[in-house]
């Protein structure tokens, strides 16, 4: 497993913007899966966006449009791009690395959106 480190949350208006950082201490490049989820509290942790190997994305309905997922393999970084953000956007954000059914998690970074 690699080790995960986010950073970049915190508190924002609403209709303002984040960005994620999620860099690994070892290479992502032939993960089959990098992604982003959130938790908010009384729910369970779901999907925000994932980017596999070969560059494809996909996003959750509700942020589609608003978020953007990329990755730099040569810095074993990927990022989630935040825009729009809305209240029901505030949660605790993780981000995971699957390598083939290993999956590693960050320690999760708090994003809060107010009104």
């Known amino acids: 497993q690699v080790q995960l480190v986010e950073s970049g949350g915190g508190l924002v208006q609403t209709g303002g913007s984040l960005r994620l950082s999620c860099t690994a201490s070892g290479s992502i490049f032939s993960s089959r899966t990098v992604g982003w989820y959130r938790q908010a509290p009384g729910k369970q942790r779901e999907l925000v966006a994932v980017?596999?190997?070969?560059?494809?994305?996909n996003y959750a309905d509700s942020v589609t449009g608003r978020f953007t997922i990329s990755r730099d393999n040569a810095k074993n970084t990927f990022y989630l791009q935040m825009n729009s953000l809305k209240p029901e956007d505030t949660a605790v954000y993780y981000c995971?690395?699957?390598?083939?059914?290993?999956?590693?998690w960050g320690q999760g970074t708090q994003v809060t959106v107010s009104s």
């Open positions: 980017i596999k190997r070969d560059g494809t994305t």
């Open positions: 995971n690395v699957d390598r083939w059914g290993l999956n590693s």
